[in-house]
């Protein structure tokens, strides 16, 4: 019930005043440089205009938030993590806290009403400052999230970033916070032979400035038997999910081919956007 009011009072707040683009489409879309369906995206979309509704699917430590974060920064719109959103609350040491922490520590997805409550707050927040549009990190994972999401306010992008599972597992295991500034990084060197058909790749490490590099932490379920558990739960709950928005012709299934600086070119084309500032840093 606590949900379902918060969801109303949404709407009532306007949330759905977000101007809505259609990328009409009968299927889902892959990246690729000659993908004919890319025609089906906006032509060099303006980076002013800030009303983008996007959700980023994929598996954990893929780097959702990564290019989340830098889209949010090129669009000017907010990127809201879930993952972000429970960690806040754990720090909190609020009523939800201790029951977030055991269902965290042992690898298991946090519910729908816990994450919808925090989602919808959060929402709130960025209405009430005048925020518009938002890229969603983490959520919806469920069939049921998706639908109660678009009972809040309608999604016009979903992004479904897909990275090899030996890469992924060694980008968990690599992730590390600066116990003082928060910073992430990554200390793992991902380097993996062509086989069987699949190409190399490689990835540098994200290492930290010299004043974090002895404040470097590891997230508490960042155990290989967590991380396993982890991605096991997931792609047994996203397929689901990723059908619910192909089937309205609205996900964007993006193969990343390496690290950021291989990654972020081809993901801009995909969605038709320029970084100018990328561009100059190249040139520079």
Same mark, same amino acid.
């Given at each position: #019930?606590?949900?379902?009011?918060?969801?109303?009072?949404?709407?009532?707040?306007?949330?759905?005043?977000?101007?809505?683009?259609?990328?009409?489409?009968?299927?889902?879309?892959?990246? $690729?440089?000659? =993908?004919?369906?890319?025609?089906?995206?906006?032509?060099?979309? *303006? /980076?002013?205009?800030? +009303?983008?509704?996007?959700?980023?699917?994929?598996?954990?430590?893929?780097?959702?938030?990564?290019?989340a974060s830098k889209l949010s920064t090129l669009l000017?719109?907010?990127?809201i993590a879930t993952g972000d959103l429970v960690r806040?609350?754990?720090?909190?040491?609020?009523?939800?806290?201790?029951?977030? @922490?055991?269902? /965290? +520590?042992?690898?298991?997805?946090?519910?729908?009403?816990?994450?919808?409550?925090?989602?919808? %707050?959060?929402?709130?927040?960025?209405?009430?400052?005048?925020?518009?549009?938002?890229?969603?990190?983490g959520f919806p994972r469920t069939i049921r999230q998706? @639908?109660?999401?678009?009972?809040?306010? @309608?999604? *016009?992008?979903?992004?479904?970033?897909?990275?090899?599972?030996?890469?992924?597992?060694?980008?968990?295991?690599?992730?590390?916070?600066?116990?003082?500034?928060?910073?992430?990084?990554? /200390?793992?060197?991902? =380097?993996?032979?062509?086989?069987?058909?699949?190409? $190399?790749?490689? #990835?540098?490490?994200?290492?930290?400035?010299?004043?974090?590099?002895?404040?470097?932490?590891?997230?508490? =379920?960042?155990?290989?038997?967590? /991380? !396993?558990?982890?991605?096991?739960?997931? +792609?047994? !709950?996203?397929?689901?999910?990723?059908?619910?928005?192909?089937?309205?012709? %609205?996900?964007?299934?993006?193969?990343?081919?390496?690290?950021?600086?291989? $990654?972020?070119? !081809?993901?801009?084309?995909?969605? +038709?956007?320029? *970084?100018?500032?990328?561009?100059?840093?190249?040139?520079?």
């Amino acid at each position: #019930m606590a949900v379902l009011s918060r969801v109303l009072r949404l709407r009532a707040a306007g949330l759905d005043r977000f101007a809505v683009r259609s990328f009409q489409s009968s299927s889902s879309w892959r990246n $690729s440089e000659i =993908d004919p369906k890319a025609a089906a995206l906006p032509l060099q979309r *303006d /980076v002013k205009d800030r +009303n983008v509704q996007w959700v980023f699917l994929g598996c954990p430590g893929v780097g959702k938030g990564t290019y989340a974060s830098k889209l949010s920064t090129l669009l000017g719109v907010p990127h809201i993590a879930t993952g972000d959103l429970v960690r806040d609350e754990l720090s909190s040491k609020g009523p939800l806290a201790h029951q977030l @922490e055991e269902v /965290v +520590n042992q690898g298991k997805l946090v519910s729908d009403e816990i994450i919808i409550d925090l989602l919808s %707050k959060r929402l709130e927040a960025s209405a009430a400052k005048g925020e518009t549009g938002f890229l969603l990190d983490g959520f919806p994972r469920t069939i049921r999230q998706a @639908e109660i999401l678009e009972g809040v306010t @309608e999604i *016009d992008l979903v992004i479904n970033l897909k990275l090899r599972e030996e890469a992924l597992l060694a980008k968990c295991l690599g992730r590390r916070i600066c116990s003082e500034c928060g910073g992430n990084y990554n /200390v793992a060197t991902i =380097d993996i032979k062509a086989e069987e058909g699949n190409p $190399s790749m490689y #990835m540098a490490p994200l290492l930290p400035p010299p004043h974090c590099a002895s404040k470097l932490i590891s997230r508490s =379920d960042d155990t290989e038997e967590v /991380v !396993k558990r982890r991605l096991h739960i997931y +792609n047994e !709950k996203s397929q689901p999910v990723e059908e619910f928005y192909r089937s309205w012709g %609205k996900l964007l299934e993006f193969d990343l081919p390496g690290g950021i600086p291989e $990654s972020w070119p !081809k993901l801009l084309r995909a969605l +038709n956007l320029e *970084d100018h500032d990328d561009k100059q840093s190249a040139a520079a």
